[in-house]
């Protein structure tokens, strides 16, 4: 059997929100978009972790210090790569003519 790897603190939508300072819509659209929560049910569910990815992709852009944005890859969590490369990789529809 395989070790098993303890699970970090879940919080609830209430709880991750009130922890990140947005509102309860905002964090279950960030969980959504970014593959980082878990369901059960209709209820959304946050880990220690989940809270680390949707803090780190929200960051800002570094600026320089004539003020002009600095080109930095943008964080891509594992789902939205995999979702990203099955749109690629997806046939395009015909269009009707």
Known sequence: MPPTIPLDKIYTTDEAAERLRVSRRTMIKLGRDLGSCSTIGREYFFSERDLLDIWQARRAMPTSSQGRAVNVEAFL????????????TQKKRRRKQ
């Open 77 to 88: 969590s594992d789902v939205r790569l995999q979702r990203s490369l099955q749109r690629l």
